[in-house]
């Protein structure tokens, strides 16, 4: 056989905290009516009635801003964990040579090397190597972050990688941006 209904509940309302069958003895039977429609509309079936249009908007007014301020507590968490990875906390550099090319005046290409000496190389050793092997230009130039690196003039970054790791196979980790 099917439950009956239960003809009373006793639920304590949401603003005033009585008994919802007492809110209309509360303090503030106006500001209960919201809560009261949404949650217990049998009890108090007048105020169905009652409630028109705008009442209704009322209603889902606060019921909207209700899941916005919910969901506003919960988004500063969400961006602290995102944060954190890409944050500014120190972290050990990552032993990685970075080749990036750039190319300047569209016609003059020149290929950065960066990261050489966390892997022990002497950078104006490597410079001099470069320039010899690739019969170009090389020289330790500062770059953005004010940390050496090395420019090769020229689209070498296809070779260099073979060359690197033959000269010096310390390097085990190169990362190419072009
Ligand atoms: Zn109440």
Do not use: H
Not at 84 to 99: D, H, R, S, T
Not at 126 to 136: I, N, P
């Amino acid at each position: 056989m099917a439950e009956k209904p239960q003809p009373v509940r006793v639920l304590y309302c949401g603003e005033c905290g009585l008994p919802a069958e007492y809110c209309e003895f509360g303090p503030d039977f106006e500001k209960c009516k919201p809560w009261l429609i949404q949650n217990v509309p049998d009890l108090y079936p007048d105020l169905l009635k009652e409630a028109d249009v705008k009442d209704a908007d009322k209603v889902s007014d606060q019921l909207q801003s209700t899941s916005i301020s919910g969901a506003g507590s919960s988004k500063p968490k969400e961006e602290e964990v995102k944060r954190l990875p890409g944050g500014k906390i120190k972290k050990k550099e990552k032993q990685e040579v970075i080749i990036e090319k750039m190319t300047r005046n569209k016609r003059k290409c020149i290929t950065t090397v960066k990261g050489l000496e966390l892997f022990g190389v002497k950078l104006s050793d490597a410079s001099k190597k470069l320039g010899k092997k690739f019969a170009t230009g090389a020289s330790v130039t500062k770059g953005p972050t004010e940390k050496e690196q090395i420019d090769v003039q020229g689209d070498i970054s296809y070779d260099i990688v073979e060359f690197i790791t033959d000269t010096w196979p310390d390097v085990i980790s190169i990362l190419l941006l072009f």
